[in-house]
């Protein structure tokens, strides 16, 4: 009893209790390690009368190959049996090696050897071919010897009617002989081994207190928030607490705590808004689910006995302050304001994910996420403290305000919108004086900035963030930094959002390393990317400190546009999709001009030769994009396109059966076409049918949205970074094909062209917090070509 529980001891804890067991075993082998020679009855003496078992002779050791010699005689036929058992840390009574035999003549004394092989991981040193040792406690050899009853062969140690055991002596590990090699490995393999032959293995960590947000998150008040998944405890002894704690919810303890800061900046704008939300595997709310009303109350659902139950919370929170919401659950209560259900509580927190705001079916909150911490076994006392913002806040309604007052004095009365970004542009031109000779970030910049940043100017959150961030004309202020970024963040700013994903992909400056955090805001401009690409300018991928790229640059008095444009007047079609290109996306230096480019689009599909130049004015036709809507026109020019072989004309096909015509069937069987031909268009729409259930044979096959990802899809990757919630590869290239950065680059690049160095350095340092290694290499480049180096001495 004292071993099995020291080895009990063993299973709950790790390292440090390997070495006290080591010696108490000791002890105790030392103590018990006596030789056993006599036999043990276990029947009425007239059963046992002429039976006998004994060794004739037994090693002393552990050695295979050993010889056991046993003496024996039998009243009649019985069976008899060798066995060796090994004890461990983990386990006693280990049979590793048995022999059996059957003895037919009675009351004769015979003599049967027995040759021991034992298994390498008992008898032999570790190496390269015997990688899994037993760490052998004890080795013990036993006998026994039973008479078959009524005909049956079963027998036993335990129930044999005379046994016999001897402890044998343990080799150190140290001292075991070593294994005649099976083969030669090869020089890398063997390097290896001996590289990791001597590591020691420790057991990780686990406890039953999570911190499911550490940094702050903005939230925008859209579906865009934080996935968190637990995995079941690898300890088994936790395991097995939560298992009973959720079967049974009635522990010592609370059974679950949950322990949330929120800053709200605004009431929910819908009926309800997300702060925790559970979605288990069958895609269904589980327990916990907190929400905001849009009076400012809190409601909360759990699910009973199958059934969902809520309760709302008889308070109304403020706005502009940090709260903290402690939540209990114990047995069939809710400790939030006290709540008792007439059933029992379901709860299993590995069963789906948990989301922190946003997500999939439900808006999150406008302001911010604390930390949050989840005590998988309840806590009674939570402390926590995070305030950072609140300081900014309260600036916007007070002191900044004064800058703004003595501004408006001297600019008049302006409306919102045009007063953030007169002020933004006031804070820049301070910046730079006018003879710009050198860059200097004043006191009067920095509360220009803060004022354009408190009327919802979130470049001038950006760029404060990058001024205490970067030591950009001041001493960096990661605190700071960290506020502005979020207030951009918060404010839905595309570049802003950018930024913390980047910081929080990278890990960099104060931000820690979190992929799921990168993903909540990566989502959220990957979706406003998908929504208004004709809106948006091409990224051009145009280095400053490369001539050749910016020999590439035109204008429309230079002999290479002239030379196209002459080229597109005679008819030559790829001119003409030329000029349409650079003119509808803004490329090459060109100026956006949306209806020149779809004059250009119709003369090279009316010339009925290119299926590519048909479907591209098919599509500005039906979509009515520079053009007076027309889908009889647009139908018949995509129906030609897929007839001379256009895949894309196909996914057109499906787009104008499934949303003009309302025919599903003939729509996925276009899409369909198109995914099979490699379409990234046609695999997401296809995808789409199969989620939204419109599929009429295959209604829940989504592995479309991956596919399509993988070919640069925008809205596919966003779907499918969501699906895997590690899609952040996907879902930061969508963010790098955002027009909105490409208008920044292109404004940036316009004004390097035009000499105004100073405002590209500006555009390009914005775009570069964003992550686009284009604009961090042009925002170098300026460094040093403009001496901005000034800035800070680090900077030199």
């Not at 998988?376 to 600036?395: D, Q, S």
């Not at 640059?553 to 444009?565: A, G, N």
């Not at 996925?668 to 044979?697: C, R, T, W």
Request: charged residues 20%.
């Amino acid at each position: 009893f004292p071993y099995k529980a020291l080895i009990c001891l063993r299973e709950k804890h790790c390292t440090l209790a390997c070495f006290y067991l080591n010696s108490l075993n000791f002890f105790f082998h030392f103590t018990q390690g006596q030789s056993v020679l006599q036999s043990i009855p276990t029947h009425s003496d007239e059963m046992l009368r002429d039976n006998y078992i004994g060794f004739d002779s037994v090693p002393d050791k552990v050695v295979d190959g050993s010889v056991v010699r046993v003496r024996y005689r039998c009243s009649r036929p019985c069976r008899l049996a060798v066995e060796v058992v090994v004890s461990t840390l983990r386990k006693t009574d280990l049979v590793v090696f048995r022999r059996k035999w059957i003895s037919s003549t009675p009351r004769v004394y015979r003599i049967h050897q027995v040759l021991l092989r034992l298994h390498p991981s008992i008898s032999y040193q570790r190496d390269f071919f015997n990688r899994n040792i037993l760490d052998t406690r004890d080795v013990t050899v036993r006998a026994w010897l039973d008479c078959f009853k009524n005909g049956s062969l079963l027998s036993t140690y335990r129930s044999s009617m005379l046994r016999i055991y001897k402890v044998l002596k343990i080799m150190p590990l140290s001292e075991r002989p070593s294994k005649p090699p099976a083969g030669c490995p090869s020089w890398s393999a063997q390097l290896m081994w001996q590289m990791t032959s001597n590591r020691i293995h420790q057991c990780p960590h686990e406890s039953d207190v999570i911190d499911m947000l550490k940094f702050p998150l903005a939230s925008t008040g859209e579906h865009f928030g934080v996935v968190r998944r637990f995995q079941p405890f690898i300890n088994r002894a936790l395991e097995r607490a939560q298992m009973i704690c959720q079967i049974m919810f009635h522990c010592l303890v609370f059974s679950v705590t949950l322990s949330v800061w929120i800053y709200l900046l605004k009431w929910c704008h819908q009926k309800l808004c997300g702060i925790i939300h559970h979605v288990d595997r069958k895609i269904l709310y589980n327990s916990i689910l907190m929400q905001l009303t849009d009076t400012g109350g809190l409601r909360q659902l759990v699910l009973t006995g199958g059934e969902d139950e809520a309760f709302r919370a008889g308070v109304v929170l403020p706005l502009w302050t940090w709260i903290r919401l402690d939540c209990y659950i114990q047995d069939s209560k809710w400790y939030l304001i006290s709540f008792r259900f007439q059933g029992s509580i379901h709860y299993d927190d590995t069963d789906g994910y948990f989301g922190i705001g946003g997500g999939k079916f439900i808006p999150g909150i406008h302001g911010f996420f604390g930390p949050i911490k989840y005590y998988r076994f309840g806590n009674k006392e939570i402390f926590a403290l995070f305030k950072t913002l609140i300081k900014y806040c309260m600036n916007c309604r007070g002191d900044i305000l004064y800058s703004l007052h003595s501004y408006l004095f001297s600019v008049g009365s302006l409306g919102m919108k045009h007063l953030r970004s007169t002020l933004f542009e006031e804070a820049i031109g301070t910046v730079f004086p006018v003879d710009k000779s050198q860059m200097k970030i004043t006191s009067k910049s920095v509360s220009l900035l803060q004022v354009s940043s408190c009327f919802g100017n979130h470049k001038a959150s950006l760029l404060l963030a990058t001024i205490h961030l970067s030591f950009l004309g001041q001493p960096a202020n990661q605190q700071q930094g960290h506020v502005y970024s979020l207030i951009g963040a918060s404010g839905d700013d595309r570049f802003a959002l950018m930024h913390a994903g980047y910081k929080h992909t990278q890990g960099i400056d104060g931000f820690p390393k979190d992929m799921d955090m990168a993903y909540s805001y990566y989502s959220n401009v990957g979706a406003q990317s998908s929504t208004d690409l004709s809106n948006q300018s091409t990224l051009e991928s145009i280095y400053l400190n490369n001539e050749e790229d910016l020999n590439s640059l035109i204008d429309e008095t230079s002999d290479v546009f002239q030379y196209v444009k002459y080229q597109a007047e005679r008819g030559d079609i790829e001119s003409q999709k030329r000029m349409g290109t650079m003119l509808y996306w803004g490329q090459n230096g060109l100026s956006k001009d949306v209806a020149a480019a779809v004059k250009w689009f119709e003369r090279s599909a009316m010339q009925m030769k290119d299926p590519s130049a048909m479907y591209d004015y098919s599509i500005l036709l039906m979509k009515g994009h520079g053009v007076k809507r027309n889908y009889t026109r647009g139908f018949q020019l995509l129906e030609k396109a897929a007839a001379m072989g256009s895949i894309d004309a196909l996914n057109g096909l499906g787009w104008y059966h499934g949303l003009v015509l309302k025919d599903h069937r003939n729509a996925v069987k276009y899409f369909e076409q198109a995914a099979l031909n490699g379409s990234e268009d046609g695999m997401f729409n296809l995808g789409i049918y199969h989620l939204s259930g419109k599929n009429p044979d295959r209604p829940w096959k989504d592995e479309q949205f991956l596919n399509a990802s993988r070919l640069g899809h925008v809205a596919a990757s966003v779907e499918a970074a969501w699906y895997l919630s590690t899609g952040k590869a996907f879902i930061s290239l969508v963010c790098e094909q955002n027009g909105h950065l490409g208008f920044m680059i292109r404004e940036a690049l316009q004004a390097y062209l035009q000499g105004t160095q100073q405002e590209a350095f500006v555009k390009y340092v914005l775009a570069a917090e964003t992550g686009l290694g284009l604009a961090q290499s042009n925002t170098a480049h300026l460094c040093e070509v403009c001496n901005f180096n000034a800035l800070h001495p680090s900077l030199n």
